[in-house]
Each structure stands twice: as structure tokens, then as C-alpha cells.
């Protein structure tokens, strides 16, 4: 086994993936469309629900100007925030790489905090020339039944009261 066969990538790498997220979101949240666009390949692809899956950078331009403003206030004042990364490679210079999310509003003109989702990102991500891109972003939001689950199925239940853990 050669040092390009490890499955584990550097902490660098992970580093500078985490990092990759960061850009992400505070350009995301923040408005900044070339800061976005910046994150992703060329023909990288975003899936966002319920608009669906927008493949390159001019789609991905359209999806954002739609979710920005098409809804003046919803999006300013936002915040996502990406946490337990599980970082999986696929051969050399690419991972998947599922992380959870939350995203906390500023309401502006109430002038007051809320959660307002919960979800997780299911992203194929390519080093390419010592950086790394997104090559697909998958927002998973968590909706209902869409909350994953891998335990038994009773668990689901929402009849009775509910007790916290």
C-alpha cells in the first residue's frame, strides 16, 4: 500500500474542508454571490428542496438571486452553522462529506432570535489544484418524516408525551 492509497486524509485537508464550509455559509448568509460561487467547480451542482438541482455556476446564481430575494427579509439576518463533519474519502482528492446544520434567524425588524431549521448537507467535495471545491452540495432540510434515523422505527412515534434526553 502506497501513501496515496490511505482512505485517511491530513488533518490539513480536513482543516481546509471545514474552512471550505465556513465560506460557504458566511457568504451565503451574508449575501456576497461571487463568495458562493467561489466554493464550487465550475459545473458543481446544488440541490436545495423544493426547487431542486441546479448544475453550474449560473443556475446556482439564479437558485441563490430566487432564495435572496424573492422574499425580501427572510434571509438577512441568517446563520448557518455546520458541526459534526464526517469526512469520507473516495479515492484520491475527494470526499463526501455530511455534516449536520442549524440555521438561526435575526429577525431585523422584530429584532429577535429564532431557530428557524434544522437539516443536514450531504456534499461531494474535490481537491483540485491544492484546493478544495464543492463538486455538489445536498441540503437535506428536516421536515417531518425527512429526519434520518437509523434506530428502530417505534422510535418515530409522536403520540404520548414527549420527554427530553
Avoid at 479515492?91 to 429577525?107: E, K, M, N, P, T
Avoid at 431585523?108 to 484546493?131: E, H, M, Q, S
Wanted: proline residues 4%; charged residues 25%; aromatic residues 12%.
Amino acid at each position: 500500500m502506497g501513501p496515496h492509497d490511505d482512505p485517511k486524509l491530513s488533518v490539513e485537508d480536513r482543516l481546509d474542508i471545514q474552512e471550505l464550509f465556513a465560506r460557504y455559509a458566511w457568504s451565503l448568509d451574508t449575501g456576497d454571490l461571487e463568495g458562493v460561487l467561489a466554493c464550487f467547480v465550475e459545473d458543481g451542482a446544488l440541490e436545495h428542496q423544493p426547487q431542486g438541482r441546479f448544475v453550474g455556476r449560473e443556475q446556482i446564481r439564479q437558485l441563490l438571486e430566487d432564495l435572496w430575494y424573492s422574499r425580501p427579509g427572510w434571509f438577512v439576518g441568517r446563520q448557518h452553522l455546520a458541526n459534526h463533519f464526517l469526512i469520507t474519502p473516495e479515492g484520491r482528492d475527494r470526499a463526501r462529506v455530511r455534516a449536520f446544520f442549524s440555521i438561526l434567524q435575526h429577525d431585523t425588524n422584530a429584532r429577535t432570535n429564532f431557530v428557524f431549521g434544522l437539516g443536514n448537507w450531504d456534499n461531494i467535495c474535490v481537491k483540485r489544484d491544492g484546493r478544495w471545491w464543492f463538486e455538489s452540495v445536498t441540503v437535506e432540510k428536516w421536515i417531518g418524516e425527512g429526519v434520518p434515523w437509523a434506530g428502530e422505527a417505534h422510535a418515530r412515534s409522536t403520540t404520548g408525551a414527549a420527554s427530553g434526553a
